[in-house]
């Protein structure tokens, strides 16, 4: 069975940094893209950022390029999302899942979710 654990998140000012992390058990990870998701209250579930296989290759929502960073660490089974420079409109449930590569397709279980909320 296939696990996405989060961890991570929380609340901070504008302008602030947080990072998210998600642990994938349940098959080869080393095998699969991941990414990460987000949904604001009343609004649809948004792609934000994913990662290939092997970490080379990395896309991001225009909304936080240049200021969110996906990596992922194989050997470890894990997934981050590093984010800086937050806004208030980042506030959402945030969610790690693993991916049909090169889409936002979601092919297991998504993660348990973590809150993010910056205040301005």
């Known amino acids: 069975q296939v696990q996405l654990v989060q961890s991570g998140g929380g609340s901070v000012q504008a302008g602030g940094s947080l990072r998210l992390s998600c642990v994938v058990s349940?098959?080869?990870?080393?095998?699969?893209?991941v990414g990460w998701f987000r949904q604001a209250p009343g609004k649809e579930r948004e792609g934000v950022a994913r990662?290939?296989?092997?970490?080379?290759?990395?896309y991001y929502a225009d909304s936080v390029k240049g200021r969110f960073t996906i990596s992922r660490d194989n050997a470890k089974n894990t997934t981050d999302l590093r984010m800086n420079s937050l806004k208030p409109e980042d506030t959402a449930l945030y969610y790690c899942?693993?991916?049909?590569?090169?889409?936002?397709?979601?092919?297991?279980?998504w993660g348990q979710g973590t809150q993010v909320t910056v205040s301005s």
């Open positions: 349940g098959l080869t990870y080393s095998r699969n893209c």
């Open positions: 899942a693993i991916l049909l590569c090169g889409t936002w397709r979601a092919l297991t279980s």
């Open positions: 990662i290939s296989t092997r970490g080379i290759t990395t």
